[in-house]
């Protein structure tokens, strides 16, 4: 994995985000799956399974604009490092209250520190990257973030099954648990992160400019294209995680085959990521953000109609179609931003993220009631189609950007490219 940088010397920071992504996303990826069976087995109610999704995005989103305020201020080694120590604060509240308040609670604590640690990293990247390809950066960032999504749902289902009296119904006390010692290995990390930001002097607005208020963000040209094609991307892959339970238990396939199927959909993912650079530079963003949302957008509309093995030739669909687009809309992204506020942009990102996270699980909880699995997965592949015609009709030199040759040959260099 690579994300060397003029700016960054030494160019060992890129290791330690790494570290700090994967186990980070493994833990997350886990503790949303047990939070979604617990719900299940707790109430039974497929609208409550939402109700947790939308808590959990509900915190993030309060949360959103001041934690990239916050990065621009201190840094985001310090905010990541104290956005996964209340991460860890949530799994042992659910481990202490095994019911519904206690989920909920849970659901608070994970949906604020995660968003701290997610937009922290984005920063970092960002900051760190400076003079280097903010698709091959993002792309690495990613790719690791991809390898904790592979490795946790596996991980923490194989250890509720342990101790569970059938495959089909988990013990969650025991995957929760194991999300725990997950969030504990991506806390160190943020120490050598704190030295390399020493290193790269902070950017400071232009005298007189404006403070980066989510209204200012909002106004800056193309940035709310990029903000919603992000938000349905990021929605897609949050409603798949919660409710593929509701598909398994539909179709009797055990949550050990849940993991194993979220875990080929993040291998897919990580491989569509490798030559990154290389993609943009022969294709554009444009291009590939169409193509990659439209194979996803026919993969969801077949998956309810799958059984489980029919599902992994859609899951690995769904990997390669989600693959892509994460980087490349934070690159456009980053190339829409100016240097000083880039926390508060990635920040604005996730409060518009979150928005659609409190919304949109409920809306398709309230239709999943009545019309039943199918529903679910057409409703997000419409949801995702929207995305595909704003990409489609935006006209910006940002997202028409080809990667220039020197990023091509960086890429190509790279042992894991992400």
Same mark, same amino acid.
């Given at each position: 994995m690579r994300v060397d940088s003029p700016s960054a010397p030494g160019g060992r920071w890129q290791w330690a985000i790494g570290v700090q992504a994967a186990g980070s996303q493994a833990a997350w990826q886990g503790i949303r799956l047990m939070l979604a069976y617990q719900a299940l087995a707790e109430t039974g109610s497929v609208v409550f399974v939402g109700v947790v999704a939308a808590v959990i995005a509900l915190a993030g989103l309060l949360v959103s604009i001041p934690s990239g305020r916050l990065i621009d201020r201190f840094g985001g080694a310090r905010v990541a490092f104290a956005g996964m120590a209340v991460s860890l604060l949530s799994v042992v509240v659910v481990l202490v209250a095994h019911n519904v308040v206690g989920l909920l609670i849970c659901s608070v604590l994970v949906g604020a520190g995660y968003l701290h640690v997610v937009v922290a990293q984005q920063g970092m990247v960002a900051r760190l990257s400076a003079g280097s390809s903010p698709d091959e950066a993002f792309g690495t960032l990613t790719a690791a973030a991809s390898i904790g999504q592979l490795i946790g749902p596996p991980l923490v289902t194989m250890a509720a099954i342990v101790w569970a009296a059938d495959a089909a119904h988990p013990n969650t006390w025991a995957g929760s648990a194991a999300c725990g010692l997950l969030f504990l290995v991506s806390l160190p990390p943020s120490f050598r992160l704190r030295r390399a930001e020493r290193r790269v002097p902070a950017p400071r607005p232009a005298p007189g400019a404006p403070a980066a208020s989510l209204r200012t963000v909002m106004r800056m040209p193309g940035i709310m294209r990029s903000l919603v094609v992000g938000a349905a991307m990021i929605v897609t892959v949050d409603l798949l995680g919660s409710f593929i339970p509701v598909w398994a238990i539909a179709?009797?396939?055990? !949550?050990? !085959?849940?993991? /194993?199927?979220?875990?080929?959909?993040?291998?897919?993912?990580?491989?569509?990521?490798?030559? %990154?650079?290389?993609?943009?530079?022969?294709?554009?963003?444009?291009?590939?953000?169409?193509?990659?949302?439209?194979?996803?957008?026919?993969?969801?509309?077949?998956?309810?109609?799958?059984? *489980? /093995? /029919?599902? %992994?030739? %859609?899951?690995?669909?769904?990997?390669?179609?989600?693959?892509? @687009?994460?980087?490349?809309?934070?690159?456009?992204?980053?190339?829409?931003?100016?240097?000083?506020?880039?926390?508060?942009? #990635?920040?604005?990102?996730?409060?518009?993220?979150?928005?659609?996270? *409190?919304?949109?699980?409920?809306?398709?909880?309230? &239709?999943?009631?009545?019309?039943?699995? &199918?529903?679910?997965? /057409?409703?997000? !592949?419409?949801?995702?189609?929207?995305?595909? #015609?704003?990409?489609?009709?935006?006209?910006?030199?940002?997202?028409?950007?080809?990667?220039? @040759?020197?990023?091509?040959?960086?890429?190509?260099?790279?042992?894991?490219?992400?």
């Open positions: 179709n009797d396939v055990p !949550a050990d !085959a849940v993991g /194993w199927l979220l875990a080929l959909r993040a291998l897919f993912t990580i491989s569509s990521r490798f030559g %990154i650079a290389r993609l943009v530079a022969r294709f554009g963003r444009k291009v590939l953000l169409i193509g990659t949302l439209s194979l996803t957008v026919v993969a969801l509309i077949a998956f309810p109609f799958s059984n *489980v /093995w /029919w599902a %992994i030739p %859609i899951m690995m669909a769904i990997g390669v179609g989600l693959g892509l @687009p994460q980087p490349l809309t934070l690159a456009w992204m980053s190339s829409l931003a100016p240097a000083h506020a880039r926390g508060a942009v #990635f920040g604005a990102r996730m409060t518009v993220n979150r928005l659609a996270q *409190v919304t949109l699980p409920l809306l398709v909880a309230s &239709v999943a009631g009545p019309a039943g699995v &199918v529903a679910v997965f /057409w409703v997000t !592949a419409g949801i995702l189609a929207s995305s595909v #015609f704003v990409v489609a009709t935006t006209h910006s030199a940002a997202l028409n950007e080809h990667a220039s @040759p020197d990023d091509v040959d960086r890429d190509a260099g790279s042992p894991e490219s992400g």
